[in-house]
Protein backbone atom coordinates (compact mmCIF):
# COMPACT_ATOMS: atom_id res chain seq x y z
CA UNK A 1 0.00 0.00 0.00
CA UNK A 2 1.12 3.73 -0.83
CA UNK A 3 1.79 5.68 2.45
CA UNK A 4 2.52 9.33 3.17
CA UNK A 5 2.08 13.01 0.78
CA UNK A 6 2.43 12.35 -3.23
CA UNK A 7 4.95 13.52 -5.12
CA UNK A 8 3.40 16.73 -7.44
CA UNK A 9 4.70 17.44 -10.87
CA UNK A 10 2.55 19.75 -13.34
CA UNK A 11 2.56 16.85 -15.85
CA UNK A 12 2.38 13.40 -15.21
CA UNK A 13 2.80 10.99 -18.30
CA UNK A 14 1.65 7.38 -18.26
CA UNK A 15 3.28 5.50 -21.31
CA UNK A 16 6.94 6.23 -22.47
CA UNK A 17 6.00 5.89 -26.14
CA UNK A 18 6.16 7.74 -29.17
CA UNK A 19 2.86 10.09 -27.51
CA UNK A 20 4.13 9.99 -24.28
CA UNK A 21 7.33 11.29 -24.42
CA UNK A 22 6.58 13.94 -26.96
CA UNK A 23 4.08 15.27 -24.62
CA UNK A 24 6.60 15.27 -22.18
CA UNK A 25 9.38 16.32 -23.53
CA UNK A 26 7.45 19.67 -24.96
CA UNK A 27 5.81 20.01 -21.65
CA UNK A 28 9.42 20.58 -20.51
CA UNK A 29 10.39 22.40 -22.71
CA UNK A 30 7.61 24.89 -21.98
CA UNK A 31 8.25 25.06 -18.54
CA UNK A 32 6.50 22.36 -16.72
CA UNK A 33 7.82 20.04 -13.86
CA UNK A 34 7.00 16.92 -15.53
CA UNK A 35 7.52 12.72 -15.21
CA UNK A 36 6.74 9.70 -17.11
CA UNK A 37 6.02 6.49 -15.73
CA UNK A 38 6.99 3.32 -17.84
CA UNK A 39 7.01 -0.02 -17.05
CA UNK A 40 8.65 -1.59 -20.03
CA UNK A 41 11.24 0.28 -22.21
CA UNK A 42 11.28 3.54 -23.39
CA UNK A 43 10.19 4.06 -26.98
CA UNK A 44 6.82 1.98 -26.82
CA UNK A 45 5.61 -0.57 -29.46
CA UNK A 46 6.97 1.69 -32.44
CA UNK A 47 10.73 1.50 -31.35
CA UNK A 48 10.77 -1.97 -29.57
CA UNK A 49 8.43 -3.96 -31.50
CA UNK A 50 7.02 -2.04 -34.38
CA UNK A 51 7.38 0.36 -37.17
CA UNK A 52 11.09 0.87 -36.27
CA UNK A 53 12.69 -3.07 -36.42
CA UNK A 54 9.60 -3.90 -38.60
CA UNK A 55 11.26 -1.23 -41.15
CA UNK A 56 14.84 -2.68 -40.51
CA UNK A 57 13.41 -6.41 -41.66
CA UNK A 58 11.54 -4.69 -44.42
CA UNK A 59 14.48 -3.06 -45.90
CA UNK A 60 16.43 -6.60 -45.39
CA UNK A 61 13.49 -8.19 -47.45
CA UNK A 62 14.32 -5.50 -50.19
CA UNK A 63 17.59 -6.53 -50.13
CA UNK A 64 16.56 -10.38 -51.17
CA UNK A 65 14.32 -9.02 -53.99
CA UNK A 66 16.83 -6.93 -55.41
CA UNK A 67 19.23 -10.32 -55.48
CA UNK A 68 16.37 -11.73 -57.59
CA UNK A 69 17.37 -8.51 -60.30
CA UNK A 70 21.07 -8.66 -60.48
CA UNK A 71 21.75 -11.07 -62.76
CA UNK A 72 19.08 -8.58 -65.21
CA UNK A 73 21.03 -6.03 -64.71
CA UNK A 74 24.54 -7.44 -65.29
CA UNK A 75 25.50 -8.58 -62.28
CA UNK A 76 26.86 -12.51 -61.60
CA UNK A 77 25.94 -12.14 -57.69
CA UNK A 78 26.74 -15.72 -57.43
CA UNK A 79 25.83 -17.88 -54.06
CA UNK A 80 24.45 -15.57 -51.36
CA UNK A 81 23.98 -16.79 -47.77
CA UNK A 82 21.01 -14.97 -45.01
CA UNK A 83 21.66 -14.66 -41.93
CA UNK A 84 18.88 -14.19 -39.78
CA UNK A 85 21.25 -14.08 -36.89
CA UNK A 86 23.04 -11.44 -37.98
CA UNK A 87 20.36 -9.30 -38.59
CA UNK A 88 18.48 -9.63 -35.22
CA UNK A 89 21.43 -9.07 -33.61
CA UNK A 90 22.39 -5.78 -35.60
CA UNK A 91 18.89 -4.91 -35.38
CA UNK A 92 18.48 -5.78 -31.17
CA UNK A 93 21.59 -3.67 -30.72
CA UNK A 94 19.87 -0.63 -32.97
CA UNK A 95 16.85 -1.23 -30.77
CA UNK A 96 18.82 -1.13 -27.93
CA UNK A 97 20.78 2.03 -28.49
CA UNK A 98 17.65 4.13 -29.30
CA UNK A 99 16.17 2.83 -25.61
CA UNK A 100 19.38 4.70 -24.37
CA UNK A 101 18.88 7.80 -26.48
CA UNK A 102 15.69 8.33 -25.34
CA UNK A 103 16.59 7.74 -21.72
CA UNK A 104 18.93 10.35 -22.20
CA UNK A 105 16.90 12.74 -23.68
CA UNK A 106 14.51 12.53 -20.92
CA UNK A 107 17.11 13.03 -18.58
CA UNK A 108 18.69 15.93 -20.61
CA UNK A 109 15.15 17.96 -20.13
CA UNK A 110 15.21 17.43 -16.40
CA UNK A 111 12.10 14.85 -16.73
CA UNK A 112 11.99 12.46 -14.12
CA UNK A 113 11.54 8.75 -15.59
CA UNK A 114 9.67 5.99 -13.17
CA UNK A 115 9.70 2.61 -13.62
CA UNK A 116 6.81 0.54 -13.12
CA UNK A 117 3.17 0.02 -13.43
CA UNK A 118 0.58 3.00 -12.75
CA UNK A 119 -3.07 2.38 -10.99
CA UNK A 120 -5.02 5.24 -10.14
CA UNK A 121 -6.14 5.27 -6.76
CA UNK A 122 -8.81 6.69 -4.99
CA UNK A 123 -7.78 9.95 -3.69
CA UNK A 124 -9.73 12.73 -4.00
CA UNK A 125 -7.26 14.79 -6.37
CA UNK A 126 -6.32 12.20 -9.29
CA UNK A 127 -3.21 10.32 -8.23
CA UNK A 128 -1.22 7.41 -9.50
CA UNK A 129 0.75 5.12 -7.11
CA UNK A 130 3.55 3.54 -8.27
CA UNK A 131 5.57 0.74 -6.91
CA UNK A 132 4.19 2.05 -3.25
CA UNK A 133 4.67 5.47 -3.97
CA UNK A 134 2.12 8.03 -5.09
CA UNK A 135 2.85 10.52 -7.63
CA UNK A 136 -0.13 13.56 -9.01
CA UNK A 137 -0.20 16.41 -11.14
CA UNK A 138 -3.11 18.97 -12.40
CA UNK A 139 -2.68 17.70 -15.71
CA UNK A 140 -2.24 13.50 -16.29
CA UNK A 141 -1.76 11.85 -19.69
CA UNK A 142 -2.93 8.42 -20.35
CA UNK A 143 -0.58 7.46 -22.90
CA UNK A 144 -0.27 3.42 -22.53
CA UNK A 145 -0.55 2.59 -26.15
CA UNK A 146 -1.37 -1.06 -27.31
CA UNK A 147 -0.91 -4.21 -27.47
CA UNK A 148 -1.57 -7.43 -30.19
CA UNK A 149 -4.87 -9.32 -29.80
CA UNK A 150 -4.72 -12.39 -29.15
CA UNK A 151 -6.96 -15.58 -29.16
CA UNK A 152 -7.49 -17.77 -25.97
CA UNK A 153 -7.02 -21.69 -26.32
CA UNK A 154 -11.06 -21.88 -25.42
CA UNK A 155 -11.56 -19.36 -28.68
CA UNK A 156 -9.30 -22.03 -30.54
CA UNK A 157 -7.51 -24.87 -29.09
CA UNK A 158 -3.96 -24.16 -29.12
CA UNK A 159 -3.96 -20.98 -30.54
CA UNK A 160 -1.23 -19.79 -27.65
CA UNK A 161 1.08 -22.57 -29.81
CA UNK A 162 1.42 -19.18 -32.11
CA UNK A 163 2.87 -15.86 -31.38
CA UNK A 164 1.77 -12.44 -31.79
CA UNK A 165 4.14 -9.49 -34.09
CA UNK A 166 5.72 -8.94 -30.78
CA UNK A 167 6.88 -12.86 -31.10
CA UNK A 168 7.71 -12.26 -34.33
CA UNK A 169 10.51 -9.98 -33.15
CA UNK A 170 11.66 -13.01 -30.66
CA UNK A 171 12.46 -15.59 -33.57
CA UNK A 172 15.91 -16.72 -33.37
CA UNK A 173 16.00 -18.10 -36.77
CA UNK A 174 13.91 -17.87 -39.48
CA UNK A 175 10.96 -20.52 -39.59
CA UNK A 176 11.36 -22.46 -42.99
CA UNK A 177 7.23 -22.93 -42.94
CA UNK A 178 5.18 -19.70 -41.65
CA UNK A 179 1.47 -19.50 -41.00
CA UNK A 180 0.26 -15.91 -41.15
CA UNK A 181 -3.46 -14.99 -39.62
CA UNK A 182 -5.14 -11.75 -40.70
CA UNK A 183 -6.21 -9.57 -43.41
CA UNK A 184 -4.96 -6.47 -41.90
CA UNK A 185 -1.39 -4.02 -42.24
CA UNK A 186 0.63 -6.08 -39.89
CA UNK A 187 -0.42 -9.13 -41.45
CA UNK A 188 0.26 -8.07 -45.06
CA UNK A 189 3.51 -6.73 -43.96
CA UNK A 190 4.52 -9.75 -41.65
CA UNK A 191 3.84 -12.25 -44.61
CA UNK A 192 5.65 -10.34 -47.13
CA UNK A 193 8.77 -10.48 -44.55
CA UNK A 194 8.61 -13.84 -44.36
CA UNK A 195 8.18 -15.05 -47.63
CA UNK A 196 10.82 -12.66 -49.13
CA UNK A 197 13.57 -14.09 -46.90
CA UNK A 198 12.68 -17.31 -47.58
CA UNK A 199 10.13 -19.12 -45.68
CA UNK A 200 7.53 -20.86 -46.98
CA UNK A 201 4.33 -18.93 -46.36
CA UNK A 202 0.82 -18.91 -45.91
CA UNK A 203 -1.69 -15.83 -44.88
CA UNK A 204 -5.23 -16.93 -43.77
CA UNK A 205 -8.03 -14.12 -44.45
CA UNK A 206 -11.46 -14.33 -43.42
CA UNK A 207 -12.94 -12.98 -46.61
CA UNK A 208 -11.61 -12.61 -50.10
CA UNK A 209 -9.32 -9.67 -50.27
CA UNK A 210 -6.78 -7.65 -47.52
CA UNK A 211 -6.51 -4.41 -45.93
CA UNK A 212 -10.36 -4.39 -46.50
CA UNK A 213 -10.43 -0.46 -45.12
CA UNK A 214 -7.90 1.17 -48.01
CA UNK A 215 -9.67 1.84 -51.11
CA UNK A 216 -10.92 -0.65 -53.35
CA UNK A 217 -8.17 -0.82 -55.97
CA UNK A 218 -5.45 -1.03 -52.55
CA UNK A 219 -7.07 -3.81 -51.55
CA UNK A 220 -7.18 -6.24 -55.01
CA UNK A 221 -4.12 -4.56 -56.19
CA UNK A 222 -2.38 -5.87 -52.98
CA UNK A 223 -4.17 -9.19 -52.81
CA UNK A 224 -2.43 -9.76 -56.37
CA UNK A 225 0.93 -9.06 -55.02
CA UNK A 226 0.56 -11.15 -52.68
CA UNK A 227 0.15 -14.09 -54.59
CA UNK A 228 2.33 -12.87 -57.46
CA UNK A 229 5.02 -13.00 -54.77
CA UNK A 230 4.23 -16.82 -53.65
CA UNK A 231 2.89 -16.42 -50.79
CA UNK A 232 -0.21 -19.28 -50.57
CA UNK A 233 -3.47 -17.00 -49.70
CA UNK A 234 -6.49 -19.04 -48.55
CA UNK A 235 -9.59 -17.06 -48.45
CA UNK A 236 -12.90 -17.46 -46.27
CA UNK A 237 -10.38 -19.56 -44.23
CA UNK A 238 -10.46 -19.33 -40.24
CA UNK A 239 -7.99 -21.18 -37.97
CA UNK A 240 -10.20 -24.17 -36.09
CA UNK A 241 -7.13 -25.72 -33.90
CA UNK A 242 -3.47 -25.69 -33.55
CA UNK A 243 -1.83 -29.24 -32.55
CA UNK A 244 2.33 -29.32 -31.69
CA UNK A 245 3.85 -32.85 -32.85
CA UNK A 246 7.51 -33.82 -33.24
CA UNK A 247 8.02 -31.83 -36.46
CA UNK A 248 6.15 -28.78 -35.79
CA UNK A 249 2.95 -27.12 -35.40
CA UNK A 250 -0.34 -28.79 -37.46
CA UNK A 251 -2.59 -25.89 -37.54
CA UNK A 252 -6.04 -27.15 -38.88
CA UNK A 253 -8.13 -24.60 -40.92
CA UNK A 254 -11.96 -24.23 -41.80
CA UNK A 255 -12.69 -23.02 -45.36
CA UNK A 256 -16.44 -21.94 -46.23
CA UNK A 257 -17.34 -19.38 -49.27
CA UNK A 258 -20.35 -17.52 -47.73
CA UNK A 259 -21.61 -17.09 -51.69
CA UNK A 260 -21.85 -20.60 -51.99
CA UNK A 261 -24.62 -21.29 -49.45
CA UNK A 262 -24.63 -24.94 -50.39
CA UNK A 263 -21.03 -25.78 -50.24
CA UNK A 264 -20.01 -27.54 -47.22
CA UNK A 265 -17.31 -25.84 -45.17
CA UNK A 266 -13.37 -27.31 -46.13
CA UNK A 267 -11.39 -28.76 -43.69
CA UNK A 268 -7.66 -28.50 -44.64
CA UNK A 269 -4.39 -29.16 -42.50
CA UNK A 270 -1.09 -27.17 -42.79
CA UNK A 271 1.68 -29.52 -41.12
CA UNK A 272 5.18 -28.70 -39.74
CA UNK A 273 4.83 -25.08 -39.40
CA UNK A 274 7.37 -23.48 -37.32
CA UNK A 275 5.73 -19.88 -37.19
CA UNK A 276 1.89 -19.63 -36.42
CA UNK A 277 1.81 -15.85 -36.46
CA UNK A 278 -1.36 -14.31 -35.14
CA UNK A 279 -2.23 -10.24 -36.58
CA UNK A 280 -6.12 -10.45 -35.65
CA UNK A 281 -5.90 -6.64 -34.66
CA UNK A 282 -4.73 -4.94 -31.41
CA UNK A 283 -5.99 -3.49 -28.00
CA UNK A 284 -5.68 -0.62 -25.80
CA UNK A 285 -3.27 -0.97 -22.92
CA UNK A 286 -5.50 -0.18 -20.17
CA UNK A 287 -5.89 -3.25 -17.98
CA UNK A 288 -4.40 -2.53 -14.47
CA UNK A 289 -5.30 1.26 -14.74
CA UNK A 290 -7.69 1.37 -12.29
CA UNK A 291 -9.27 4.62 -14.84
CA UNK A 292 -13.30 3.31 -14.43
CA UNK A 293 -13.10 4.60 -10.77
CA UNK A 294 -11.60 7.46 -12.03
CA UNK A 295 -14.70 8.40 -13.69
CA UNK A 296 -12.80 7.71 -17.61
CA UNK A 297 -14.88 6.66 -20.02
CA UNK A 298 -14.23 4.04 -22.80
CA UNK A 299 -15.97 2.44 -25.79
CA UNK A 300 -17.09 -0.98 -26.03
CA UNK A 301 -13.44 -2.37 -27.25
CA UNK A 302 -11.52 -0.57 -23.77
CA UNK A 303 -10.48 2.09 -25.86
CA UNK A 304 -10.17 5.76 -23.77
CA UNK A 305 -13.17 8.00 -25.37
CA UNK A 306 -11.25 11.76 -26.00
CA UNK A 307 -13.07 14.92 -27.45
CA UNK A 308 -11.35 16.74 -30.03
CA UNK A 309 -8.91 18.16 -27.72
CA UNK A 310 -7.99 14.56 -26.32
CA UNK A 311 -9.66 15.06 -22.81
CA UNK A 312 -11.41 12.17 -21.45
CA UNK A 313 -14.73 12.52 -18.93
CA UNK A 314 -12.24 13.39 -16.21
CA UNK A 315 -11.07 16.60 -15.88
CA UNK A 316 -7.36 17.15 -15.51
CA UNK A 317 -7.16 13.35 -17.52
CA UNK A 318 -5.68 13.27 -21.45
CA UNK A 319 -5.31 10.57 -23.59
CA UNK A 320 -3.44 10.85 -26.75
CA UNK A 321 -2.40 7.61 -29.28
CA UNK A 322 -2.91 3.97 -29.99
CA UNK A 323 -4.76 3.45 -26.42
CA UNK A 324 -7.59 6.14 -27.74
CA UNK A 325 -8.22 3.93 -30.83
CA UNK A 326 -7.91 6.61 -33.58
CA UNK A 327 -5.30 6.71 -36.37
CA UNK A 328 -3.02 4.23 -34.87
CA UNK A 329 0.20 5.89 -36.24
CA UNK A 330 2.96 7.00 -34.74
CA UNK A 331 3.39 10.55 -36.09
CA UNK A 332 -0.08 10.64 -34.97
CA UNK A 333 0.27 10.40 -31.14
CA UNK A 334 4.06 12.50 -31.58
CA UNK A 335 1.48 15.51 -32.79
CA UNK A 336 -1.25 15.11 -30.69
CA UNK A 337 0.88 14.52 -27.58
CA UNK A 338 2.74 17.96 -28.65
CA UNK A 339 -0.39 20.46 -29.54
CA UNK A 340 -1.93 18.84 -26.48
CA UNK A 341 1.36 20.26 -24.15
CA UNK A 342 1.30 23.50 -25.93
CA UNK A 343 -2.46 24.09 -25.07
CA UNK A 344 -1.66 23.27 -21.25
CA UNK A 345 1.10 25.14 -20.81
CA UNK A 346 1.50 27.80 -23.57
CA UNK A 347 -2.12 28.89 -23.29
CA UNK A 348 -2.69 27.98 -27.10
CA UNK A 349 -6.60 27.18 -26.03
CA UNK A 350 -7.26 26.00 -29.54
CA UNK A 351 -4.30 23.77 -30.12
CA UNK A 352 -5.35 20.39 -31.19
CA UNK A 353 -4.62 17.75 -33.92
CA UNK A 354 -6.14 17.96 -36.74
CA UNK A 355 -6.96 13.77 -37.85
CA UNK A 356 -8.28 14.64 -41.37
CA UNK A 357 -5.77 13.64 -44.24
CA UNK A 358 -3.27 11.38 -42.32
CA UNK A 359 -0.83 10.16 -44.51
CA UNK A 360 0.04 6.51 -43.98
CA UNK A 361 2.00 3.44 -45.40
CA UNK A 362 2.05 -0.33 -45.69
CA UNK A 363 5.42 -2.05 -45.79
CA UNK A 364 4.27 -4.47 -48.16
CA UNK A 365 5.94 -5.77 -51.31
CA UNK A 366 6.03 -3.29 -53.36
CA UNK A 367 4.43 -0.73 -50.59
CA UNK A 368 1.65 1.20 -50.53
CA UNK A 369 0.95 5.07 -49.96
CA UNK A 370 -2.26 6.35 -48.97
CA UNK A 371 -3.95 10.22 -48.03
CA UNK A 372 -6.84 11.06 -47.72
CA UNK A 373 -10.41 9.70 -48.27
CA UNK A 374 -11.24 6.26 -50.41
CA UNK A 375 -13.70 6.20 -53.53
CA UNK A 376 -16.15 4.92 -51.43
CA UNK A 377 -15.92 7.22 -48.53
CA UNK A 378 -16.12 10.48 -50.94
CA UNK A 379 -19.43 9.31 -52.79
CA UNK A 380 -20.86 8.54 -49.28
CA UNK A 381 -20.22 12.12 -48.45
CA UNK A 382 -20.28 14.05 -50.96
CA UNK A 383 -22.47 11.76 -53.67
CA UNK A 384 -21.84 9.81 -56.46
CA UNK A 385 -22.51 12.47 -58.61
CA UNK A 386 -19.54 14.76 -57.15
CA UNK A 387 -16.77 12.43 -57.37
CA UNK A 388 -14.20 11.79 -60.21
CA UNK A 389 -11.30 9.29 -59.77
CA UNK A 390 -8.23 9.10 -62.31
CA UNK A 391 -6.38 5.72 -62.29
CA UNK A 392 -3.51 4.27 -63.64
CA UNK A 393 -1.43 1.06 -63.54
CA UNK A 394 1.88 0.41 -65.55
CA UNK A 395 5.04 -1.33 -64.82
CA UNK A 396 8.04 0.53 -63.60
CA UNK A 397 10.57 1.51 -65.31
CA UNK A 398 12.54 -0.21 -62.98
CA UNK A 399 10.86 -3.86 -63.83
CA UNK A 400 11.21 -2.93 -67.30
CA UNK A 401 14.68 -5.17 -67.49
CA UNK A 402 13.83 -7.25 -64.48
CA UNK A 403 12.18 -11.44 -65.25
CA UNK A 404 10.81 -10.17 -61.61
CA UNK A 405 7.86 -8.15 -62.00
CA UNK A 406 5.56 -5.82 -59.95
CA UNK A 407 3.04 -2.98 -61.31
CA UNK A 408 2.76 0.31 -60.24
CA UNK A 409 -1.09 1.15 -59.51
CA UNK A 410 -2.52 5.27 -58.85
CA UNK A 411 -5.55 6.70 -57.80
CA UNK A 412 -6.84 10.21 -57.47
CA UNK A 413 -9.83 10.94 -55.94
CA UNK A 414 -11.66 14.54 -56.56
CA UNK A 415 -14.22 16.29 -55.56
CA UNK A 416 -16.78 19.44 -57.15
CA UNK A 417 -16.49 21.25 -60.00
CA UNK A 418 -12.78 22.48 -58.79
CA UNK A 419 -11.49 18.86 -58.35
CA UNK A 420 -10.15 19.19 -55.21
CA UNK A 421 -8.30 15.91 -54.51
CA UNK A 422 -9.94 14.57 -51.48
CA UNK A 423 -7.68 11.25 -51.74
CA UNK A 424 -4.47 9.82 -52.99
CA UNK A 425 -4.04 5.74 -53.09
CA UNK A 426 -1.11 4.41 -54.70
CA UNK A 427 1.38 1.09 -54.61
CA UNK A 428 4.43 0.51 -56.20
CA UNK A 429 8.08 0.70 -55.78
CA UNK A 430 9.34 3.68 -54.14
CA UNK A 431 5.48 4.58 -53.21
CA UNK A 432 6.77 4.75 -49.65
CA UNK A 433 8.43 7.44 -50.01
CA UNK A 434 6.61 9.26 -52.67
CA UNK A 435 3.57 10.06 -50.85
CA UNK A 436 4.64 12.53 -48.20
CA UNK A 437 5.44 15.53 -50.68
CA UNK A 438 1.60 14.43 -52.09
CA UNK A 439 -0.04 14.56 -48.20
CA UNK A 440 1.51 18.08 -48.26
CA UNK A 441 -0.99 19.48 -51.20
CA UNK A 442 -3.34 17.75 -50.46
CA UNK A 443 -3.52 19.09 -47.05
CA UNK A 444 -3.11 22.09 -48.62
CA UNK A 445 -6.23 21.96 -50.49
CA UNK A 446 -4.67 21.26 -54.27
CA UNK A 447 -6.86 20.72 -57.05
CA UNK A 448 -6.59 18.16 -60.00
CA UNK A 449 -5.51 21.68 -61.92
CA UNK A 450 -2.93 21.91 -59.85
CA UNK A 451 -1.14 18.66 -60.27
CA UNK A 452 -1.64 18.95 -64.19
CA UNK A 453 0.38 22.39 -63.88
CA UNK A 454 2.95 20.77 -62.18
CA UNK A 455 5.97 20.14 -64.35
CA UNK A 456 6.74 16.41 -64.19
CA UNK A 457 9.86 14.85 -63.25
CA UNK A 458 10.82 12.27 -65.68
CA UNK A 459 11.79 9.19 -65.97
CA UNK A 460 9.83 8.66 -62.24
CA UNK A 461 6.83 6.68 -61.46
CA UNK A 462 5.61 9.85 -59.23
CA UNK A 463 5.21 11.91 -62.56
CA UNK A 464 2.46 9.60 -63.70
CA UNK A 465 0.51 11.91 -60.47
CA UNK A 466 0.71 14.85 -62.47
CA UNK A 467 -0.24 13.57 -65.87
CA UNK A 468 -2.92 11.54 -65.82
CA UNK A 469 -6.17 12.01 -67.82
Not at 83 to 109: C, F, G, M, P, Q
Not at 271 to 299: F, H, K
Not at 410 to 421: A, S, T
Request: proline residues 3%; glycine residues 10%.
Amino acid sequence: MASGAATRFDFLVIGGGSGGLAGARRAAELGAATAVIESHKLGGTCVNVGCVPKKVMWNAAVHAEYLHDHSDYGFDAGHVHFSWETLKAKRDAYVSRLNHIYRNNLDKAKIETIHGHARFTDDPEPTVEVNGRKYTAPHILIATGGRPSVLSDKEVPGASLGVTSDGFFELESLPKRSVVVGAGYIAVEMAGILSTLGSKTSLMIRQTEVLRNFDNLISTNCTKELRNSGIELWMNTRVKSVSKTDKGLEVTLITKDPEKKDDEAKTSTIREVDCLLWAIGREPNTSGLNISEMGVDTDERGHIVVDEFQNTSRPGIYAVGDVCGKALLTPVAIAAGRKLAHRLFEGKTDSKLDYSNIPTVVFSHPPIGTVGLTEDEAIKTRGKENVKTYKTSFTPMYNALTTRKTECIMKLVCVGKEEKVVGLHMQGVGCDEMLQGFAVAIKMGATKADFDNTIAIHPTSSEEFVTMR
